[in-house]
């Protein structure tokens, strides 16, 4: 897989809700947001569902089910996926970082175009790569082996 690919880094933010309800609402649409969100508090992640939910291209979720069925995919995987709901020809990958109070402290993942990281396999080895990427920051914050998140990273 060519490593190309615009790579988002990691995103470490000290109050995550506030980034996902910016102006636009864009954060919650990319896969970094879409990682944070799904492992927010139930008063966090209910702001995140009362804002407007502005689409951002033809993709956007703007129906606060079909967004809370991605992030339910979300928690279920381990990793969030984006295909053209911030940006069109780009999608991402990412998975949620946590802190030692088990709580999410970030996210990491990748972005680029659709087509290519939304291959068959490639996607698949993304999520491997991007999951172990935030097991690992995770463990270096400090958070346990037992928590949801880290479990579902696994």
């Known amino acids: 897989m060519p490593l190309d690919n615009k790579l988002a880094g990691a995103e470490s933010f000290r109050d995550a809700t506030r980034v996902l309800t ?3 609402g864009g954060a919650a649409w990319e896969s970094l947001g879409h ?3 799904a492992y927010q508090p139930a008063t966090a992640s ?3 569902m009362a804002a407007d939910l502005v689409p951002l291209t033809g993709r ?3 129906n606060r089910a079909a967004l809370s ?3 339910a995919q979300v928690r279920k995987n381990g990793y969030a996926v984006e295909d053209q709901e911030a940006t069109v020809g780009d999608a ?3 998975a949620p970082i946590m802190n030692r109070h088990g709580t999410v402290a970030g996210a990491i993942g990748v972005v680029g ?3 290519r990281l939304l291959a068959p396999g490639t996607r698949d080895e993304l999520a491997r790569a991007v999951v172990e990427s935030a097991r690992s920051v995770s463990r270096d914050l400090g958070a346990g082996r037992g928590g949801a998140a ?3 990273l696994s």
């Open 46 to 48: 209910a702001r995140v």
């Open 69 to 71: 069925r991605a992030l």
């Open 92 to 94: 991402g990958v990412a």
């Open 113 to 115: 175009p659709a087509e």
């Open 35 to 37: 990682a944070i969100a």
């Open 22 to 24: 910016a102006t636009r």
């Open 150 to 152: 880290l479990s579902a």
């Open 60 to 62: 956007t979720k703007t």
